[in-house]
């Protein structure tokens, strides 16, 4: 069989030679865990940012965590976020002994709608964080969000997990709240296999969410892991959590995070040429554009009536055709954890549901062939023709 016939993967990292031999550098190093790779990696990250303070995780739900537990979110508060998410986004809320309200996403993107959470909020006095996300690398309207959280006294925390690197007028998307958490994960727009960045220019956050990422170390034992005087001793401020990103992956990050605007360039590019191909199929509605957008994913929307509509066949067939593809996002809500603690149906949150019974996912990523982004136009206008006769 030609190249041209092989399945296009729904995403796959995007790694090079650079890669390769930053991560044969620590491994010779001696040094395995977190010590300068990742100390440059938060310096890199936080320039390239702007943010004033990057704190590097083993994960963005780890980040996520230290966001809440920073902001002193504990039992009896609430978080709001929307449904339309990954379950950690509200998970982290639970391991704190806080409670969930969701709250549904604007008609026009995949975002929580800032009318819907000033009408939830006036009615919520224990909600004490906002955490909206940047779906699909689409920025939130975060100047409505911010006013709207600020007038009833709560923190915002953005989950910009999809959302590096995302420029608003604003400043970059994980920099407009109290505090941003993106995510290193294998399939987000840079990786270091399993990993995140925090950002904040709070001071006080930004140490408290440092004590707590490792043991709760106090100062002293941090200087002991990167000072060359190292002592023995060391003491404890805090019940602190693990979730320090080592060297060895940090490494990786240096690299990625140096080709982010390229990688981006080349996400743009496909997306482009997506929207250019589909405009005239009646029967898909295209995502959103901003000029900034990030274009982690690229979700199309199938057109009909929501009960008839056949994402799944549609899916199905794309498969069949060599396409990978996926659904973001199965609402939070109409899973089994979520609807049986807060007693929710699927029509409770009406946006939400229709967006995930019509959304498809395509390939879109960087390192994608020509030949590749032309086998999922080809496949998704074939699927459409079907899909209308
Ligand atoms: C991937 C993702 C996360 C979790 O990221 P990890 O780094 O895997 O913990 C959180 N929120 C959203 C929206 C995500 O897509």
């Known amino acids: 069989m030609s190249r041209n016939t092989d399945f296009v993967p729904f ?28 100390r440059a990696l938060e310096r890199e990250f936080a320039a390239f940012t702007g943010a004033s303070h990057a704190l590097a995780v083993n994960s963005a739900t780890s980040g996520l965590h230290l966001a809440l537990e920073a902001l002193g979110v504990g039992s009896g508060d609430i978080v709001v976020t929307s449904p339309y998410t990954f379950t950690s986004t509200a998970a982290v809320a639970r391991h704190l002994g806080a409670e969930v309200r969701f709250c549904d996403i ?12 000033a009408r939830l909020l006036s009615s919520e006095p224990r909600a004490k964080v906002v955490l909206p996300v ?24 953005e989950d910009a997990a999809h959302a590096f690197p995302l420029r608003t007028e604003r400043g970059m998307a994980g920099c407009l709240g109290d505090i941003g958490v993106y995510s290193f994960y294998a399939t987000k727009t840079m990786t270091t296999g399993e990993g995140g960045m925090i950002v904040t220019s709070d001071e006080a956050l930004a140490r408290r969410m440092s004590l707590m990422r490792l043991h709760g170390f106090d100062r002293e034992a941090w200087d002991r892991y990167t ?82 509509v056949d994402r799944d066949g549609f899916i199905e067939r794309l498969m069949g055709r060599g396409i990978g593809c996926s659904v973001h996002f199965i609402p939070l809500h109409t899973m089994k954890y979520w609807s049986e603690r807060y007693a929710l ?45």
Not at 106 to 117: F, G, K, Q, T, V
Not at 247 to 261: F, P, T, V, W, Y
Request: charged share 30%.
């Open 11 to 38: 995403a796959l990292p995007s790694l090079g030679r650079e890669e390769e031999e930053a991560v044969l550098r620590v491994l010779r190093s001696g040094w395995l865990t977190t010590g300068e790779v990742a």
């Open 106 to 117: 604007s008609r026009e993107d995949y975002n929580i709608d800032p009318e819907a959470l």
């Open 134 to 157: 940047h779906v699909g690398g689409y920025p939130c309207r975060m100047q409505a969000i911010l006013e709207t959280a600020k007038a009833h006294g709560c923190a915002v925390v």
């Open 227 to 308: 000072s060359p005087t190292a002592s023995w001793r060391y003491g404890i401020a805090e019940a602190g959590f693990k979730y320090n990103l080592p060297d060895l992956l940090a490494a990786i990050g240096r690299e990625q995070l140096k080709k982010a605007d390229r990688f981006l360039k080349e996400r743009r590019d496909i997306a482009e040429k997506y929207l250019a191909a589909f405009a005239s199929e009646p029967k898909l509605e295209l995502p959103p554009v901003h000029p900034s957008h990030a274009w982690h994913l690229f979700s199309l929307r199938l057109r009909g009536e929501a009960a008839s």
């Open 345 to 389: 149906r699927p029509e409770d949150f009406p946006e939400a549901l229709d967006k995930y019974r019509r959304s498809i996912s395509l390939p879109i990523w960087q390192g994608m062939r020509p030949d590749q982004t032309d086998r999922v136009i080809e496949a998704v206008l074939a699927t459409a023709a079907e899909a209308r006769a």
